[in-house]
Every structure is written in structure tokens, then in C-alpha cells.
């Protein structure tokens, strides 16, 4: 029943966003913001495993956003290479950024794992705002769309936004498939109870670090495709704010729960989108809601959702909600 409840529910997303396009056009919404809810959703659920699952604070995310979109990027500039490449390229970019600032970050949990992260996250924000002569410093860097290789096509916008659904659907089965794995229910064990989860055997840097190495792919992964969207990388994706945005997305939606970060980009791109162009103030109302989603639903709009339908159908419905989010777990499922 859970599983048939949770293939339901994604099959109507996913017929949503089949007519996104067209839904979007009679709002006055231009396809270009449809594409940014599902990368911006594809880098909350990079948070989402690390805040959600693991139990970490990365609060400087953004860093390998913008390693991905400068990855892909420059490497187009400067070394031409084709659409699927410059992805890869900017992955790769925000890999090895992961790698370079993991092993400090290990050091330290709570507050203080977020702040250096925010400042290893600034420290490639000033290198790319620094180098003018190779990222264009404080105006960014414009970059044409490359064709995709071996079929020589310019994707438009329209054909962009059903090709990152495609990604975003991956990303989407790829993460279910993670958290439901035994590397999955670990990084619960070690977010409920790290000290447990040593005192069982259990290597928590180790899992941690790995998590943050699939989280960095997963925001180069956005990043890339966002840069490769606007045609476009400027040293602001790399900024604090940045990451402070995205980890609101993944708060508001519901951090913990497979389709929490989609709701909450959905919530924050499309409502920046449409209070920005009616009210110079826009963050005040975006702001306030994410004030009463922390103090009236700390669990998200849509953890708190599932639990008052948990409560209602006595609670069957929860534990459905830890089949389909993986977070169900015994001593006995936790490998060593």
C-alpha cells in the first residue's frame, strides 16, 4: 500500500511537470522559471541528504553550485567541449571541490561544521570574483549553449526544460534508491545517534564524507545545468546567500522526505518570480513564511502533512512515510 501510495504520488508529478510548460504559459510564467524549480530542487535534495539524512548542517552548499556552473562554464570557453561534457566537466569541478575541503570539514559537527563551510564556500566565491581575466570577476562570464554531441543539436528552451526533466527524474529514483540502500539507513543511524552508531562499529566519517562527496555531485549537477540554462556563471552562485536559499527551500518542503525540497523550490523560485515583479519587498513575505513554517511546522510543509495523516489513519500512514522515505531501520539493517 505504501509503495503503490508513493508510485501514485510520482506519477502525478510527474504528469504535472509533462504540462508544466503549458500550465506555466497561461500564468504568465516563462518556461525558463520551470526549469530553474527542478534544478533548484535537484540542489535542495543535494542538502536535503546531508540535512535531512545525515544529520549535517551544509550551510555552503553553494560552493559547488557554482563549481558546476564555472566548470561547465569555462570549460566551454576555454576548451569548447560539448553539451553532456560540460556537465560532466562541472561535476567533476564540484567533486574535487568536495574532496579539497572534506577532510576539514570532518573535524568539527554542528554550528561549526556549517561555518567552515561557509567560509570554504567564500573562499571560491573571492577566487572567482578575484580572476577577472579568466571568470569575469564581478560581471560573470557568458557562455553559448554547446550542441549535444554526436547528434550536433542546440537544445531551446523549451526542449532544455523536458531534457532537465529527465535528469530531474533520475535524480529523483537515484536518491529514493540511496536512501532506501543500507548506505542510506546508516546515515539515519548516524543522524539519530552518532555516538550509537561508533559504539556499533560504524566508521561515521567515513559515511559522512562520502555523503558529502554525493551531495557536491548532486549541487555540480544543478549547477552545471542552471549555468548551461542562462548561459551565464557569476560569482553570486557561489555566495552564502545562495546557500542560504536553498537550505530555506529544503526547510520550507519538508527536509527528510523524498519530495520536500521539490515543494519548497517550487514555493520559493515561482513565489520570488511572481512577488519581485509586483513589490520591490519581495523577501518580507518570503520571509515571514519561512519564519511560521520554523515556528507552526518545523518538520516542512510536507513532513508535517504526513504526519497529521499519519495521526488520522492511526498511524499507518507514518509508517508508510518511513517506507517511502527510507527511513526505516533496525540495529539489525545498520552494516558495520
Known amino acids: 500500500m505504501s509503495n503503490r501510495a508513493g508510485l501514485i504520488a510520482g506519477l502525478v508529478l510527474l504528469i504535472a511537470l509533462l504540462f508544466m510548460p503549458q500550465i506555466a504559459s497561461h500564468i504568465g510564467l516563462a518556461i525558463s522559471v520551470c526549469t530553474e524549480v527542478l534544478l533548484y530542487a535537484i540542489a535542495a535534495m543535494a542538502v536535503n541528504l546531508l540535512l535531512g539524512y545525515t544529520g549535517v548542517l551544509p550551510f555552503g552548499n553553494a560552493a559547488f553550485f557554482g563549481l558546476g556552473a564555472y566548470g561547465a562554464g569555462l ?55 578575484r580572476f577577472t581575466d579568466i571568470t569575469g570577476g564581478e560581471d560573470g562570464m557568458n557562455f553559448a549553449r554547446p550542441a549535444i554531441e554526436g547528434l550536433g543539436v542546440v537544445l531551446k528552451d523549451q526542449q532544455f526544460y523536458y531534457a532537465m526533466l529527465v535528469v530531474f527524474a533520475l535524480v529523483v529514483i ?12 546508516t546515515l539515519v543511524a548516524i543522524k539519530e545517534n552518532e555516538v550509537r552508531a561508533r559504539y556499533l562499529g560504524l566508521n561515521t566519517d567515513r559515511f559522512i564524507f ?32 545562495n546557500s542560504g536559499n536553498i537550505v530555506l527551500m529544503t526547510i520550507l518542503g ?5 519530495f520536500g525540497p521539490f515543494i519548497g523550490a517550487v514555493i520559493f523560485v515561482v513565489g520570488q518570480e511572481i512577488l519581485s515583479t509586483h513589490w520591490i519587498w519581495w523577501q518580507i513575505p518570503l520571509g515571514a513564511l519561512f519564519v511560521a513554517c520554523v515556528l507552526g511546522f518545523p518538520k516542512g510543509i510536507l513532513g508535517t502533512a504526513l504526519d497529521l495523516f499519519s495521526k488520522r489513519r492511526g498511524g499507518f500512514a507514518f509508517e508508510a512515510r518511513e517506507l517511502v522515505h527510507g527511513t526505516k531501520l533496525s540495529e539489525r539493517e545498520i552494516i558495520p
Open 75 to 129: 570549460t566551454i570557453e576555454y576548451l569548447h567541449v560539448g553539451f553532456i561534457t560540460s556537465i560532466v566537466l562541472g561535476m567533476a569541478a564540484a567533486l574535487v571541490g568536495a574532496v579539497l575541503i572534506g577532510p576539514f570539514l570532518l573535524r568539527r559537527r554542528g554550528i561549526y561544521f556549517a561555518l567552515l563551510m561557509i567560509a570554504f564556500g567564500q573562499v571560491f566565491y573571492f577566487i572567482a570574483y
Open 254 to 258: 519538508g527536509s527528510g522526505t523524498l
Open 174 to 185: 537515484g536518491f529514493l534508491l540511496l536512501v532506501r540502500s543500507p548506505f542510506g539507513r
Open 210 to 241: 562520502v555523503a558529502l562527496l554525493i551531495s557536491a555531485i548532486m549541487e555540480g549537477l544543478a549547477g552545471a545545468c542552471f549555468g548551461l540554462s542562462i548561459m551565464f556563471a557569476y560569482p553570486l552562485m557561489l555566495d552564502w546567500h
